[in-house]
């Protein structure tokens, strides 16, 4: 992981430049300085602001080489690729069209947070049709083999049905377009109601049909907060995915259902299964037999450590920290406890979102299985908002290969 700030040699090195240009720089807003830890207080300098000042001095110097190599770098953890005004993760925060996301969990709704996010209003949301009555008869016909699918699989043969059979699906007018997906995330709570055999509850708030459908109503509100704090994240490898998807000219249904395939990855949604797993294996064993059969299992720390948040992630912070509020006794509750203290001592890493998620479902008396339809009910509202700037972008997402064969 590239340190987050640079000393001033380190700093002058890598810009080739002597110091008093480097506090130039500092002094125009070009790179940001804070005083470091110790009696000396000597400046230290945002690794980020020097490297993206590089970037763009390569850039003027040599700009074919320079955008090539900065491509190269850019698919894997690296500088953004796409403009959006949708959601920012910076300083160890997160936020949704400039508002706190963390903050936004305390009170918001699911719907309220959609609004925000496809429209920029989140008081438009009753314009919208979050509260549709869908016949679902057509999309799983009447031998409905419901029982042998997850939930996850559920909602891919609905989002499937959806973008072959809806007349709207290919609406694209901008007018359009938050009704639209309005439609999709209604389908998606719809089929979670048929999956779990409840009768569908449309004139609920869409955490409530949740809540009601898993049989948790008391805790209605913890899977509201969860919802809030997963509705975006930047262009992870899900949302790329709705991205591309949806700069082709498909639908929104189908842009989601590129998304929710993508989700389906050990390095990405089904990292909240492993920390499921790793949470089951903590109540039966130890914390520390659990993390060190699932670092050997699987080559990495399940729930633990973000690329983006070096100071833990906030998301986290936010969800256990209701948790810990309303559930402190439960089992899984003194599990997470455990995990954290044996994780922070023997690595340093802190907990992501999967151990967050992980331990709501825990709680809540849900699978592992639950961890991943949870994950995907929240990001399809993000899904959804990407998809819809990609389509009012009106640019197709196609990057170039750079050719390293024979």
């Not at 936020?95 to 496809?118: C, F, H, I, K, N």
């Not at 429209?119 to 679902?136: F, K, Q």
């Not at 913890?222 to 509705?231: F, G, M, P």
């Not at 849900?366 to 899904?383: N, Q």
Request: positive net charge; aromatic residues 6%; charged residues 20%.
């Amino acid at each position: 992981m590239a340190e987050q700030f640079l000393r001033a040699v380190e700093a002058t090195a890598l810009l080739g430049v002597k110091p008093a240009t480097l506090y130039a720089y500092v002094s125009r807003g070009l790179i940001r300085s804070e005083a470091g830890p110790g009696k000396s207080r000597q400046r230290l300098y945002h690794a980020e602001d020097v490297r993206a000042l590089l970037a763009r001095q390569e850039l003027k110097r040599d700009p074919a080489g320079a955008v090539q190599g900065a491509a190269a770098g850019a698919l894997e953890w690296g500088m953004p690729v796409l403009d959006s005004a949708l959601t920012r993760i910076a300083g160890g925060t997160l936020s949704y069209r400039g508002r706190d996301a963390v903050t936004l969990a305390d009170s918001a709704t699911v719907e309220e947070v959609a609004a925000l996010l496809w429209t920029g209003n989140a008081d438009g949301w009753a314009s919208l049709p979050l509260r549709a009555r869908l016949n679902l008869g057509a999309t799983f016909g009447r031998k409905d083999s419901r029982q042998n699918l997850s939930c996850a699989e559920a909602f891919l043969h609905a989002l499937a049905h959806a973008g072959a059979q809806d007349i709207g699906a290919q609406d694209t007018r901008a007018g359009q377009l938050p009704a639209r997906a309005a439609r999709v995330l209604s389908l998606l709570y719809a089929t979670l109601e048929r999956h779990e055999r409840r009768p569908g509850a449309p004139d609920l708030p869409l955490h409530a049909r949740l809540a009601r459908a898993w049989g948790v109503m008391a805790d209605a509100d913890l899977l509201r907060r969860a919802l809030v704090l997963l509705a975006d994240h930047e262009l992870n490898v899900s949302t790329f995915a709705a991205r591309v998807t949806a700069s082709s000219g498909a639908g929104l249904p189908h842009a989601t259902l590129a998304a929710l395939c993508a989700l389906q990855g050990p390095r990405h949604g089904l990292a909240a299964y492993a920390a499921h797993e790793l949470l089951t294996h903590t109540l039966f064993t130890d914390a520390r037999m659990a993390l060190k059969a699932a670092t050997q299992q699987r080559a990495f720390l399940p729930g633990f450590g973000h690329p983006l948040y070096p100071e833990g992630d906030p998301r986290a912070r936010a969800l256990l920290g209701a948790l810990e509020a309303t559930h402190a006794g439960a089992p899984a509750m003194r599990a997470v406890r455990d995990l954290q203290t044996v994780a922070r001592a023997e690595t340093g890493e802190l907990a992501n979102v999967d151990l967050a998620l992980a331990a709501l479902t825990h709680t809540l008396g849900r699978g592992p299985d639950d961890a991943l339809t949870l994950f995907a009910l929240a990001r399809a509202t993000g899904w959804l908002a990407h998809a819809t700037e990609t389509v009012l972008g009106g640019r197709m997402i196609r990057p170039r290969a750079r050719y390293v064969g024979l």
